[in-house]
């Protein structure tokens, strides 16, 4: 320390060379030593190897029957005691020092700059996921130290992406009316008394949230709903309906959107193809909650296929977690929270291109070698995962605003 200290006092780039040089010197000698006891171990004769152990086991012995376990009980509990009362003191500066301090602001002091104000930047960044995370997050939180790994969200093809810019006059007025967009393009119902108050930045919610979907077509002269409006079969007259719903909207906005879904829609894409295979109104068409094509990646997350995942089908042979929806009748059922669907169902803005919510048989992986193993991913595995932000990546459902806060509402109660 004394070498160090007088080193860096005379000054200039020779002293840190020499710091360096000491240093290196240090730990060679350090190497040289451990070395040479082994070497003189090595060549110990057997006798004076067990006398020396002995002689080591003694002196252990002893020191610990030396402090008894009252001793120690007691010096732990002074230890606790001293810890405890350090951090209580510190607390309670801390308390005296902010409390009501908005009320004692003082515009000469540099707040910007006080260690409890600072919590730095996003500089840790996660070996396995490239997850970015401030000082003190823990390892896990990103992706369970490497055990999870979940495909990318693809980007949000054009108009999209620059309706989530928030760059153009037609992208903020997209942006400050999400939610309402959102529930022109919605195939299920969302369900749950909403907290509004005077202000209110966030979405907040009361009791239990229903997602509820009905038939894909509607009886004659009944109002259009939901999924049924995908099916009308006529651009404009699509176009009219959705207005309908909020007339503060702009038709060209949801023109484009429209369009989007339609063409890139897997979910949007297998109604139709289910709608065609339907002969009657007592056909239905069953998507299971969690299973998945044979022979295709657990997970991949495409919407379900009609094969095993989603079929047309006449009778009853389904699980109670599925989602069964009839060609044409009056019920409305229940989106269970852990079907595949669910996401993608309530948020087609997010989810454009029908991918997967969070369902049973998403697995987690091996950190070292990336094979899936037989062990579940948690909800809240899946949605940590899906919530952070990665080096050289954009996360898009950041960018949706008061839509991105129901979106967090709603997914919670999975966790
Ligand atoms: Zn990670």
């Not at 599925?322 to 989810?351: K, S």
């Not at 987690?364 to 949605?383: D, L």
Request: hydrophobic content about 35%.
């Amino acid at each position: 320390m004394f070498l160090e200290f007088k080193i860096v006092t005379s000054s200039g780039k020779n002293s840190k060379k020499q710091i360096a040089k000491a240093r290196n010197e240090d730990s060679r000698q350090r190497e040289r030593n451990r070395l040479s006891i082994i070497q003189r171990r090595h060549t110990e004769p057997a006798e004076r190897r067990s006398a020396r152990l002995e002689d080591a086991r003694l002196r252990t012995q002893e020191s610990r029957s030396a402090a008894t376990d009252l001793v120690r009980y007691q010096q732990n509990g002074c230890e606790r005691v001293r810890i405890a009362g350090t951090r209580t003191q510190r607390t309670a500066d801390l308390n005296l020092q902010y409390h009501r301090l908005a009320f004692r602001y003082n515009p000469a002091i540099d707040y910007s700059s006080s260690r409890n104000v600072v919590i730095g930047q996003m500089s840790h960044v996660c070996t396995y996921c490239q997850a970015l995370k401030f000082n003190n997050e823990t390892k896990g939180m990103c992706c369970a130290g490497g055990k999870i790994k979940l495909p990318h969200l693809e980007a949000p093809p054009e108009p999209l992406k620059t309706l989530l810019s928030g760059s153009t006059a037609e992208s903020k007025h997209f942006l400050s009316n999400i939610r309402k967009y959102n529930s022109c393009f919605q195939m299920t119902s969302f369900g749950a008394e909403i907290v509004t108050a005077q202000f209110m930045p966030t979405f907040k919610i009361k009791g239990q949230i229903y997602h509820k979907a009905g038939s894909l077509l509607p009886f004659k002269d009944r109002d259009l709903k939901f999924l049924q409006m995908y099916f009308i079969g006529d651009d404009k007259d699509e176009i009219d309906a959705r207005y309908g719903i909020h007339t503060s909207l702009r038709r060209s906005i949801i023109s484009q959107l429209q369009e989007l879904l339609h063409e890139r829609s897997n979910l949007v894409q297998l109604f139709k193809i289910a709608i065609d295979m339907m002969p009657s109104d007592t056909h239905k068409i069953v998507i299971h909650a969690d299973k998945t094509p044979v022979g295709e990646h657990v997970r991949r997350y495409n919407a379900p296929t009609i094969n095993e995942v989603a079929i047309v089908m006449v009778g009853d042979q389904f699980q109670p977690r599925d989602i069964v929806l009839h060609r044409r009748n009056d019920q409305l059922i229940n989106v269970g929270e852990i079907h595949r669907c669910y996401d993608a169902l309530q948020y087609p803005i997010i989810f454009w291109d029908g991918a997967d919510g969070y369902h049973f048989n998403v697995k987690m992986v091996n950190p070292v070698n990336g094979a899936e193993i037989n062990k579940k991913c948690s909800a809240m595995n899946f949605y940590a995962y899906r919530l952070m932000i990665r080096r050289n990546e954009d996360n898009y459902i950041m960018k949706y605003r008061q839509l991105f806060h129901q979106y967090i509402v709603d997914m919670y109660v999975k966790i």
